[in-house]
């Protein structure tokens, strides 16, 4: 007998999907699955759920939220006319995707919005945290640091003025660990870990140039092994609003 | 020299490395490459290229009863190819190693059936990712059964009665408690497979019938010529093991034993262990026979370990660290 997906294990990983087009929810309901381009595919892929976003191509009552979650059975490689055969003359009919199987969907006890009505690519999670989110942001597992520095801008009372994992531009992969916002005035945070120490961050930051300048960001790179880096984080955030022409 | 790790990347903890659901929940391998595609990313960051993968990525494929899970490897051949290219790309040496519950010697058909469906499907997993001989399944000789000799020759036995494609992948490794290094030789050479020599088990079963240098060189040479040998590396746990016994009750601890595999490497007895061996090549022989060799290392702290060991060579045995590869992290 298959489970339902809210007695998995709380910590068992979700991927959080974007769905831009309503038949894609129709397909995800009637026909059990989801397609993620494999030129586009996140750098993680692997979950045990795939819970969906729905954005603005949906009626304003679904939309910016995520609402359904469902437990993967499978992904496939696939091309878009295998997946859409009824579109077989696609410019993109020959790009291949991970057609990924999943089982029924079920809705979410309580849907989790967006506050920022915002895009997002994919959201890598937990199945409890699908469950216990209040709001997008809470969705986001990140290194103990960046896990640290939210819980303090949720401390700080900062949550209305702060997004995780933002996109530097509308069409970069380039993501702001945190991004604050005041008025018209932008600042990309950037956190280093394990993964990606100082120098990686620094060293990225070359590449980084263009989507903060077109995008208006200013940009603040923070080391945890550094005594004191939450507190400068907050006040580099807070010197935003402060400085901002709209405060 | 490569060095590897097994399975579980403990410095990305939220990585996982396969699909561990139970059988209602229908696990598939393609959910396991999924899983072993986010490793791969992380190997590549992290500049590793030896890596053991979990010997259930296909979950239940060789279970005797759930045969709903039996045809994963056929059914999941575009992704594996798709996945084999992403390692082959990456440089990555890939291993399995079979379960304590394959006992490919059992005396019982069973057992010993479903030991040789464990090991087929592995196997088949390496052939549909195209990995090359160097990609190997890991197996011991198994039980003694009252008679060590006749439990040799029943593995042999076993391992000539084996598909070819699956036999071609099969390594054997000397054991910490049944059988030494000389009895995998011997396996190995009437079997016609390699030997992967495993340091720990050798320094605690079979050390007082082959000097060890001569034992690692014996394994080495038991693989075919262009596939380059691999080692197993632990050191022993030597900590007290120390077990919870509830809110209400203080800790207990009890003694280890020195098969548990410690956290991290000493470094100082894997540096001695390399220098002797090169040593020992260079006053034998002229030119040195040593083969080049990666090895695997079998210790708690996974990669955390292979990296703490990565600076140890670079600090204390420079000529070693120069072996490396790659030989830089990106």
Redesign the interface.
Known sequence: ???TPFD?PADA?ALVAVLNDPDDLLRAQREGWYRIPLLHAP??????FLALYQTAAFPPAERWAVRWVA????????TRRELIPEQADHPRAGDRY?RVDI?ALWPLPRPIPSRRLRRITFI?TTLGRLLEAEEINDLW?QTTARERLWEAIQQAGMTDAVEREYPLLDDSPQAADFAVFDGGERLAVFVAD??RDLDGCVRERAALDYPLARGGWRAVFVDPSEAGWIEGSLRAMRALRLNSPNT | MRLGFVVKPL??P???SH?S?RW???P?L??S??????VF??LK?AGITMYRMSSDLAPYASHPDMPQFRNQVEESA??LA?LGGTARELGLRLSFHAVAATVINSPDPRVAANAATDLTVLAAILDGMGMGPESVVVTHIGGTYGSPQAARERCVHAIDALPPATRSRLVIENDDVRFGVRDALWVAERAGIPVVFDRLHYRLKGWDEIDEQEALHACLRTWPAGVRPKIHWSTPRTEWLVEDQGADAAPKARQTRWMYHSDYVNPFEFVDFLRAAARRDRSDRNPPTLPPFDIMLEARAKDLALAQLRRDLARYAPELADQLEPAAIP
């Open positions: 007998m298959t489970e998995a990983p750098r993680r892929i692997g979950a045990d437990a993967v059975r499978g992904y496939r490689l696939t991970y089982g890598r597992v394990a993964a | 410095a990305r939220e990585l996982k699909d659901r209602q929940n229908s598939h393609t959910v490459l999924a899983y072993l595609r986010d990313g992380y960051s575009t992704e798709e």
